[in-house]
């Protein structure tokens, strides 16, 4: 399948390929070009001279210049487009604006620079690729920039969401954190890096084990896109998108440039400390940027020495002193790893570029299943590694587009978990489970500005493949038997979307309207024949699903006079069920779990609850079927030259959430197969057991819808050139619908939970 699937990819390239060869030179020269101009200045009216200014387009650097002894700077031959112009000067903050060539007329700026930062900030992926300050995006954004994130992200990269509204850290061991958007996080949250998708189908539903396999230092930017994102970023996107943008490589106007920094960290709380190294080259069609980075963090000290976390100071109100001294045991990890990234440029109008990103972490260990919290002997994370890749080219004024990508991806990420638990038996089995997934992707897009709408058209699609063998050492014996993985080994994943959005103002700062509209899909397979034998048996069953659905967004911008933006959106989000949700089979964490294949040969239904008080709703189990959302915000935004501020009211109603219910079937159940185990117990209800476990046969299905109603905000007073004041405040409601209960969402609607 993934030798049909490649080569599918393959030609879709090669046809791709044909069609921009096909696009001459001469037919991009004919096209519309113009050109930008203007002046940079200090707040008095003083020209500077020497401030470098570059010009970025989707992501990539198009050219560079520095402004003359009068302070003046040209981009001339440039193709209509909408440009990110960014501005700095020694001694000056950076500036940052977007930049609109709409026809062939020049584009005149006055770009005033401060000493202190400047306020406004812009965003590359909020309105789903239009480049426009975060105070006129439709929809919520928070972005971070390279120094709040080298200030915040001490040790993983998800730290540095801390202090941004609506955005909350978990991080349930050391080494790996997830980040919850507006309540819901893991597999209701996706990662893109760069445009492409970095989240698969084997995310768990709390924390991203491989979040922090990408080093803060390799990133320039965050954008935190809050509220549901699946018509721009498909599946996942629940709660909100979470995009990372790397450091570009540089482009230099006239002679070679060549830059470098070096920066080393230190934290007395864990005894950590790093160290990185970054360089970059550019010529006028050539740019390389190499970071290398190596960090050690050691055994944390909690505050006034006491573990919150531990077991004795929940459940017995003892200091977690009496199980170990003021730092915490196996709390401490190696991470390392580099990125290089180049680009080149043969014309003007064309441009290639490479990156490529390895990370690896050693000696990790699960400290929260470990003495003071599971009581496991061994919780072991072991050889998390990740490499990332992806080549894209980028075109301007093509077949009637202003500008058009292609890119292909490549991203392999490998864990081992090894787990000794028992209850403290040094006896018990040693459980290795291994996953490698390794995921090929292909992303194209095209855009246009055309009488004041921004179009944009795309679509990508992913293959993922899992390596999942796991097997269990007797300590004793040393014996190895197979064991069945968290999920299949072998087993398929694809998913895909198709989708088209237009945004439209008349002119710049006037009213916004946004409207944006995406099918996808995805499938899933897994075999038996690719299972090993225990007893003559295969210990997962072949299955198979396929799933589609529609998801969209609209929205409204309407500013109120020069410094009031309000502004209100809809939008449809959706969650495929991923590999996790359907390969997850036989003993778990929470019981024994059967597919709903297995369940509707025998005429199974769903239960109430998971547990053995479960009655049945009546309701026959089914294959599962997409989660769904329909969120209504409403905001406001206000700008001075002083303070700035957002203040926004939202709700998002979750339906079809896939949750573990108990299994009911008919009466004389007992002695029937079910997941490959005989069943051994059956309730007058209905709810029947196994022998691998003592909790009830459980299935994954959707049940119950839930709903999110919160307030956030986030004000900045500027005190002076030196000082400013921040204030955010998020307030966030969630229960059943049906019950006015807290929802039934696995590993969401967390409390902000740090080490």
Not at 315 to 337: A, E, I, K, M, N
Not at 534 to 562: E, K
Not at 688 to 709: E, I, K, Q, Y
Request: proline fraction near 5%; charge should be positive; glycine fraction near 10%.
């Amino acid at each position: 399948m993934i030798t049909g699937c490649l080569k599918r990819i393959g030609t879709a390239t090669f046809l791709l390929g044909m069609l921009i060869l096909s696009a001459t030179p001469d037919r991009a020269r004919a096209e519309s070009r113009g050109r930008i101009r203007g002046i940079v200045m200090d707040a008095t009216g003083a020209r500077i001279s020497g401030a470098h200014i570059l010009l970025r387009q989707a992501q990539r650097t198009v050219a560079s210049a520095v402004s003359s002894e009068v302070g003046e700077f040209v981009f001339a031959d440039l193709a209509r487009g909408i440009y990110e112009l960014i501005v700095h000067a020694r001694g000056f903050a950076e500036h940052r604006l977007p930049v609109r060539l709409v026809t062939a007329d020049e584009v005149y700026l006055q770009v005033t620079l401060e000493i202190a930062p400047v306020m406004e900030e812009v965003t590359v992926t909020g309105e789903g690729g239009l480049i426009e300050e975060t105070s006129r995006a439709v929809q919520s954004v928070g972005v971070i920039v390279s120094d709040q994130i080298l200030a915040r992200a001490k040790a993983v990269l998800a730290q540095a969401v801390n202090e941004e509204a609506g955005v909350h850290l978990q991080r349930t061991s050391p080494t790996i954190a997830g980040v919850f958007i507006r309540g819901l996080g893991g597999d209701k949250v996706n990662v893109y890096v760069d445009g492409i998708r970095y989240s698969t189908s084997a995310m768990r539903s709390g924390i991203h084990t491989f979040l922090s396999l990408l080093d803060p230092t390799h990133v320039e930017a965050i954008e935190v896109l809050r509220g549901p994102r699946s018509a721009d970023y498909g599946s996942d996107a629940l709660g909100g998108s979470f995009q990372l943008l790397t450091w570009p490589p540089p482009l230099a106007p006239d002679k070679v440039e060549w830059h470098g920094s070096w920066a080393t960290t230190m934290n007395t709380a864990d005894w950590s400390m790093g160290s990185n190294l970054r360089t970059s080259i550019g010529t006028r069609t050539f740019g390389l940027v190499v970071n290398t980075v190596g960090r050690r963090v050691n055994t944390l000290r909690p505050g006034r020495g006491v573990d919150s976390h531990s077991a004795v100071t929940r459940f017995l109100g003892l200091p977690s002193r009496v199980l170990y001294g003021p730092r915490l045991p196996d709390t401490g990890f190696t991470q390392y790893g580099g990125s290089m990234s180049v680009l080149w440029a043969p014309s003007p109008g064309q441009a290639f570029r490479f990156h490529f990103q390895r990370g690896q972490q050693d000696g990790g260990k699960r400290f929260d299943q470990l003495l003071g919290g599971d009581g496991n002997l061994i919780a072991d994370l072991r050889n998390l590694m990740l490499d990332f890749f992806y080549v894209r080219y980028d075109r301007q004024a093509w077949m009637g587009f202003d500008h058009f990508s292609l890119s292909y991806s490549f991203n392999a990420q490998r864990e081992e978990r090894v787990n000794q638990g028992g209850q403290g038996n040094p006896r018990a089995a040693i459980v290795h489970e291994y996953e490698k997934m390794r995921v090929h992707g292909l992303q194209a897009r095209a855009e246009r500005l055309w009488r004041g709408h921004y179009l944009r058209l795309g679509g990508e699609a992913y293959h993922e493949r899992m390596r999942a063998p796991a097997f269990a050492v007797d300590p004793v014996t040393s014996r190895v038997t197979w064991r069945r993985p968290r999920v299949p080994d072998r087993a398929r994943y694809r998913n895909w979307g198709i989708y088209i959005l237009d945004v439209f103002e008349p002119r710049r700062g006037s009213v916004k309207l946004i409207g944006g509209l995406r099918y996808s899909g995805a499938t899933y397979r897994s075999r038996a024949e690719d299972a090993p034998l225990v007893g003559g048996r295969p210990l997962w069953p072949s299955d198979a699903l396929r799933v589609s659905n529609v998801s969209g967004r609209v929205g409204l911008l309407l500013p109120i006079g020069d410094r009031l933006n309000l502004s209100v959106h809809f939008s449809r989000g959706f969650r495929a069920p991923s590999m996790t949700d359907l390969g997850t089979l036989g003993l778990t964490g929470s019981g024994f779990e059967v597919s709903a294949r297995d369940i509707a040969a025998l005429g199974g239904f769903v239960g109430s609850t998971a547990d053995r008080t479960a009655v049945s709703t009546g309701r026959p189990v089914t294959p599962l079927k997409p989660e769904l959302s329909s969120s209504y915000e409403i905001g406001v935004r206000y700008r001075h030259a002083r303070w700035r501020g957002e203040l926004t009211f939202f709700l998002n109603d979750i339906s079809h959430l896939i949750t573990k219910q108990a299994v009911i079937l008919p009466p004389g159940a007992i002695g029937l197969s079910l997941g490959g185990e005989p069943i051994v117990a059956q309730l007058p209800n209905g709810v029947v057991f196994v022998a691998a476990s003592s909790a009830p046969v459980l299935v994954r299905t959707n049940f119950g819808d839930a709903r999110f109603l919160g307030i956030e905000q986030k004000w900045t007073v500027e005190l002076s050139e030196r000082w400013a004041l921040d204030l955010t405040h998020t307030h966030i409601v969630a229960k059943d619908r049906r019950t006015g209960q807290p929802p039934n969402i696995e590993a969401s609607f967390p409390a902000p939970d740090g080490w």
